[in-house]
């Protein structure tokens, strides 16, 4: 008999929480209708209560600790007035789970052996939530999107929010459901300040599900321009409706460069390089040597290449 599996779509929605992994990391859990939670792993409800028990996930943060939220920096938390604590998160999460399946039928439960057998073979399984929106028209078909976290602005509250942008290359924010923008506007949108990658020296922020909190601006670290922000979502767009984007381009500029190491291509390399956002370029080659050789490139052309 020859070895087979079918892939099987589970919908759900996201729950902003902290994962506490040495330091604070905001994130949004992926809560599907089946009782899977994703969390940097795949818990069911009752691993996630001891997620939760064990301090892995955590709907609050200590005061003078730091939170670090992907695409925007890490700041310090001032002062916060939160929501949950741990017994009220998992009802909430529980709740969560039962009004995307009321009967609260066909609830996923890992068994002992597919426990064991994830930690014979040292795997981790995950369940990371894919966006997606409903296309117009008959028939139930879907686009899938990318998100990325923002600093919204609106009647002088900040809030803590995503846009998510689609294959359709429509963007939606989550502060503002229901409704969908092109590209233009929300460059725009950065232009009136209406997006920002930044605190002011002290203020509050709103976010949504789990509290509001006070962030310390003057001491924010690994600091984003809106310019580079701005940047990555246009490049986001690029990446879901399979286009090529800035990293795709300055991969090929690379190659280009190390078969043909003209000062032509070493040009075009550099424009390629900076045209890719700031805070990514790191990704730009493996997990050790990151941008590396492509800064000596750039930096330092007579020094030769280690291979």
């Given at each position: 008999m020859g070895r087979v599996y079918y892939r099987h779509r589970v919908e759900g929605v996201t729950v902003p929480a902290v994962i506490h992994n040495g330091s604070y990391f905001y994130t949004n859990l992926g809560v599907y209708e089946n009782g899977i939670i994703s969390c940097w792993r795949r818990s069911d409800l009752r691993q996630f209560r001891e997620e939760l028990a064990r301090g892995w996930v955590t709907p609050s943060i200590p005061i003078g600790r730091n939170i670090s939220i992907?695409?925007?920096g890490e700041f310090p938390v001032l002062d916060a007035h939160w929501k949950y604590d741990n017994k009220s998160f998992y009802q909430?999460?529980?709740?969560?789970?039962?009004?995307?399946?009321p009967e609260m039928k066909n609830i996923y439960q890992t068994t002992q052996r597919e426990i064991d057998k994830c930690e014979e073979l040292r795997l981790r399984k995950t369940a990371e939530p894919i966006s997606y929106k409903v296309k117009s028209g008959f028939g139930y078909f879907t686009f899938d999107g990318k998100t990325?976290?923002?600093?919204?602005?609106?009647?002088?509250?900040?809030?803590?929010?995503?846009?998510?942008a689609y294959a359709d290359k429509t963007l939606e924010i989550d502060a503002e459901p229901n409704r969908s923008f092109e590209l233009e506007k929300i460059n725009e949108m950065f232009e009136q300040g209406i997006f920002t990658t930044s605190v002011r020296k002290e203020e509050w922020v709103i976010?949504?599900?789990?509290?509001?909190v006070l962030l310390g601006g003057t001491k924010q670290r690994y600091k984003l321009s809106k310019k580079e922000k701005q940047k990555e979502i246009q490049e986001l767009v690029h990446?879901?409706?399979g286009?090529?984007?800035?990293?795709?381009?300055?991969?090929w500029a690379h190659y280009a460069y190390l078969t043909d190491p003209s000062e032509f291509n070493r040009e075009a390399l550099r424009k390629a390089y900076e045209a890719v956002p700031k805070h990514?370029?790191?990704?730009?080659?493996?997990?050790?040597?990151?941008?590396a050789d492509i800064i000596r490139i750039?930096?330092?052309?007579?020094?030769?290449?280690?291979v």
């Open positions: 992907h695409g925007l909430y999460i529980e709740k969560t789970v039962k009004s995307l399946n990325s976290n923002i600093f919204y602005r609106r009647k002088d509250q900040l809030y803590l929010t995503t846009i998510t976010m949504e599900g789990l509290g509001e990446r879901v409706a286009e090529k984007d800035a990293h795709d381009k300055c991969v990514e370029r790191m990704y730009l080659g493996d997990m050790d040597t990151k941008d750039l930096q330092y052309p007579d020094e030769k290449r280690e």
